[in-house]
Protein backbone atom coordinates (compact mmCIF):
# COMPACT_ATOMS: atom_id res chain seq x y z
CA UNK A 1 0.00 0.00 0.00
CA UNK A 2 1.69 3.40 -1.06
CA UNK A 3 -0.78 5.39 0.77
CA UNK A 4 1.40 5.33 4.11
CA UNK A 5 4.15 7.30 2.24
CA UNK A 6 4.83 10.64 3.98
CA UNK A 7 2.35 9.58 7.06
CA UNK A 8 3.65 10.73 10.01
CA UNK A 9 3.03 8.73 13.55
CA UNK A 10 4.23 8.53 17.03
CA UNK A 11 4.44 5.85 18.98
CA UNK A 12 4.74 5.18 22.62
CA UNK A 13 6.42 2.50 24.15
CA UNK A 14 6.51 1.78 28.52
CA UNK A 15 9.12 0.95 30.42
CA UNK A 16 7.93 -3.05 30.37
CA UNK A 17 8.37 -3.24 26.59
CA UNK A 18 11.48 -1.61 26.02
CA UNK A 19 14.35 -1.25 28.71
CA UNK A 20 12.26 -2.55 31.86
CA UNK A 21 11.63 -0.58 35.13
CA UNK A 22 14.33 0.96 37.36
CA UNK A 23 15.85 -1.82 39.64
CA UNK A 24 17.11 -0.48 43.37
CA UNK A 25 19.27 -3.38 43.28
CA UNK A 26 21.38 -2.62 40.50
CA UNK A 27 22.26 0.58 42.37
CA UNK A 28 25.65 -0.19 44.28
CA UNK A 29 27.62 1.54 46.64
CA UNK A 30 31.49 1.19 46.61
CA UNK A 31 34.77 2.27 48.19
CA UNK A 32 36.39 5.23 46.86
CA UNK A 33 39.76 3.56 47.53
CA UNK A 34 38.92 0.26 45.75
CA UNK A 35 37.83 1.65 42.77
CA UNK A 36 41.15 3.64 42.66
CA UNK A 37 43.49 0.94 43.22
CA UNK A 38 41.70 -0.60 40.48
CA UNK A 39 42.58 2.13 38.09
CA UNK A 40 39.32 3.37 37.97
CA UNK A 41 38.79 7.38 38.76
CA UNK A 42 34.60 7.89 39.54
CA UNK A 43 33.41 10.98 39.00
CA UNK A 44 29.56 11.60 38.43
CA UNK A 45 28.22 11.14 34.86
CA UNK A 46 31.23 9.03 34.16
CA UNK A 47 29.94 5.36 32.98
CA UNK A 48 32.47 2.93 34.45
CA UNK A 49 33.06 -0.92 34.10
CA UNK A 50 32.81 -2.98 37.03
CA UNK A 51 33.06 -6.82 37.09
CA UNK A 52 32.34 -6.81 33.62
CA UNK A 53 29.44 -5.04 33.58
CA UNK A 54 28.79 -0.87 32.78
CA UNK A 55 27.66 1.81 35.50
CA UNK A 56 27.08 5.21 35.77
CA UNK A 57 28.64 6.54 38.79
CA UNK A 58 25.68 8.49 40.48
CA UNK A 59 28.03 10.48 43.71
CA UNK A 60 31.20 10.42 45.21
CA UNK A 61 31.42 11.29 48.70
CA UNK A 62 32.97 10.82 51.80
CA UNK A 63 34.98 7.81 50.24
CA UNK A 64 32.04 6.20 48.84
CA UNK A 65 31.03 6.06 45.57
CA UNK A 66 27.49 5.34 44.42
CA UNK A 67 27.20 3.30 40.92
CA UNK A 68 23.98 2.72 39.01
CA UNK A 69 24.26 -0.62 36.80
CA UNK A 70 20.52 -0.22 35.31
CA UNK A 71 20.38 0.58 31.73
CA UNK A 72 20.42 4.60 31.26
CA UNK A 73 16.97 4.16 29.94
CA UNK A 74 15.03 2.16 32.44
CA UNK A 75 12.18 3.13 33.85
CA UNK A 76 11.23 5.30 31.16
CA UNK A 77 8.70 5.55 27.86
CA UNK A 78 10.13 5.64 25.19
CA UNK A 79 8.77 7.94 22.52
CA UNK A 80 9.71 7.92 19.06
CA UNK A 81 8.62 10.15 16.25
CA UNK A 82 8.82 9.33 12.57
CA UNK A 83 8.14 9.19 9.05
CA UNK A 84 7.56 6.71 6.61
CA UNK A 85 9.75 7.79 3.47
CA UNK A 86 9.42 5.21 1.23
CA UNK A 87 8.50 1.25 0.92
CA UNK A 88 11.19 -0.87 -0.33
CA UNK A 89 9.20 -3.48 -2.95
CA UNK A 90 12.66 -4.97 -4.79
CA UNK A 91 14.04 -7.84 -2.59
CA UNK A 92 18.00 -6.82 -3.56
CA UNK A 93 17.03 -3.09 -2.26
CA UNK A 94 15.54 -5.15 1.35
CA UNK A 95 18.56 -7.17 1.71
CA UNK A 96 20.63 -3.91 0.99
CA UNK A 97 18.46 -2.33 3.69
CA UNK A 98 18.55 -5.41 6.45
CA UNK A 99 22.62 -5.15 5.93
CA UNK A 100 22.88 -1.21 6.66
CA UNK A 101 20.97 -1.87 9.62
CA UNK A 102 23.76 -3.64 11.44
CA UNK A 103 26.78 -2.05 9.47
CA UNK A 104 26.36 1.72 9.23
CA UNK A 105 29.40 2.55 8.51
CA UNK A 106 29.05 1.57 5.02
CA UNK A 107 26.49 2.92 2.14
CA UNK A 108 24.08 0.29 1.28
CA UNK A 109 25.24 -0.22 -2.10
CA UNK A 110 28.94 -1.51 -1.31
CA UNK A 111 27.18 -4.56 -0.96
CA UNK A 112 26.73 -6.89 -4.29
CA UNK A 113 23.82 -8.85 -4.00
CA UNK A 114 23.07 -11.98 -6.37
CA UNK A 115 19.89 -14.37 -6.65
CA UNK A 116 20.35 -17.73 -7.99
CA UNK A 117 17.76 -20.60 -8.25
CA UNK A 118 14.99 -18.44 -8.97
CA UNK A 119 15.49 -16.49 -6.10
CA UNK A 120 15.57 -19.29 -3.66
CA UNK A 121 19.61 -18.35 -3.48
CA UNK A 122 21.05 -14.97 -2.39
CA UNK A 123 25.14 -14.17 -2.61
CA UNK A 124 26.24 -11.60 -1.16
CA UNK A 125 29.53 -10.20 -1.96
CA UNK A 126 31.00 -9.33 1.53
CA UNK A 127 33.51 -5.52 1.08
CA UNK A 128 37.03 -5.65 2.40
CA UNK A 129 36.45 -2.79 4.50
CA UNK A 130 34.28 -5.06 6.72
CA UNK A 131 35.69 -8.68 6.63
CA UNK A 132 37.63 -8.89 9.42
CA UNK A 133 35.33 -6.81 11.75
CA UNK A 134 35.11 -9.24 14.82
CA UNK A 135 31.37 -9.16 14.61
CA UNK A 136 30.73 -9.59 11.20
CA UNK A 137 30.21 -13.60 11.93
CA UNK A 138 27.25 -12.72 14.18
CA UNK A 139 25.64 -9.66 12.04
CA UNK A 140 25.86 -12.58 8.32
CA UNK A 141 23.78 -15.40 11.13
CA UNK A 142 21.08 -12.34 11.71
CA UNK A 143 20.64 -10.60 8.92
CA UNK A 144 20.35 -14.34 6.86
CA UNK A 145 17.58 -15.16 9.75
CA UNK A 146 16.47 -11.61 8.92
CA UNK A 147 16.63 -12.52 5.00
CA UNK A 148 14.19 -15.89 5.77
CA UNK A 149 12.11 -14.05 7.99
CA UNK A 150 11.15 -10.83 5.35
CA UNK A 151 11.72 -12.12 2.10
CA UNK A 152 9.42 -14.96 0.57
CA UNK A 153 11.39 -17.61 -0.99
CA UNK A 154 14.76 -17.81 0.09
CA UNK A 155 15.69 -20.84 0.66
CA UNK A 156 19.77 -20.16 1.09
CA UNK A 157 21.99 -17.12 2.08
CA UNK A 158 25.71 -17.37 0.68
CA UNK A 159 28.11 -14.63 1.87
CA UNK A 160 31.20 -14.20 -0.23
CA UNK A 161 34.37 -12.99 1.51
CA UNK A 162 36.61 -11.57 -1.79
CA UNK A 163 39.77 -10.98 -1.60
CA UNK A 164 41.03 -9.62 -5.36
CA UNK A 165 45.15 -9.12 -5.61
CA UNK A 166 46.37 -5.52 -6.68
CA UNK A 167 47.24 -4.97 -10.12
CA UNK A 168 51.19 -3.99 -10.13
CA UNK A 169 51.84 -1.10 -11.98
CA UNK A 170 54.39 -1.80 -14.95
CA UNK A 171 56.82 -0.05 -15.18
CA UNK A 172 58.85 1.22 -18.35
CA UNK A 173 62.20 2.10 -18.12
CA UNK A 174 63.25 5.38 -20.38
CA UNK A 175 65.67 3.33 -21.69
CA UNK A 176 63.72 0.21 -22.78
CA UNK A 177 61.21 2.93 -24.61
CA UNK A 178 64.31 3.90 -26.65
CA UNK A 179 65.68 0.38 -27.70
Not at 8 to 15: M, N, R
Not at 59 to 84: Q, W, Y
Not at 144 to 160: Q, S, T
Amino acid sequence: MKSDIGVESTVEVPPEKAYGPRDPNKVKVFSLRELVRAGITPEPGKVIEIGGSLGTVRSVSGGRVLVDFNHPLAGKTLIFHFKILKRIEDPIEKIQALLHRRIKKLPPEKFIIKRQDEGKTIIIEVPKEVITDREIPIIKALVAEEIFKYIEGVENVIYLDKFTKKKEETRVEESSKKS
